[in-house]
């Protein structure tokens, strides 16, 4: 799996996390699935965009974009795989 060109950036008071495939992922992804939403938050860790928005100053509760969407960034205790993005309602 090839993810090395996705990246993150800051957008205002936002991040932005840019890149055809995590974007076109992030559109399929049932949020309300903790599965999914972990399966996801691992795509994020292995590409090293997880790692960037951290750089950035990433927190709980950032409001994080992916294509359309805008996620609230959630950190989760990592043995519970739990996921790292949860749909903002």
């Known amino acids: 799996m090839r993810l090395a060109a996705e990246?993150?950036?800051r957008e205002g008071e936002a991040y932005?996390?840019?890149g055809d495939r995590l974007?076109?992922?992030a559109t399929g992804i049932?949020?309300?699935?903790p599965e999914a939403s972990a399966y996801f938050h691992r795509l994020l860790l292995r590409s090293g965009v997880e790692g960037k928005l951290r750089t950035l100053g990433v927190k709980e509760g950032d409001t994080?974009?992916?294509g359309k969407l805008e996620l609230e960034w959630t950190d989760a205790p990592q043995q519970l795989a739990a996921p790292g993005a949860k749909k903002k309602r």
């Open 7 to 9: 990246a993150g950036s």
């Open 16 to 18: 932005r996390v840019r």
């Open 23 to 25: 974007e076109r992922l």
């Open 30 to 33: 049932d949020w309300d699935s």
């Open 64 to 66: 994080v974009r992916i």
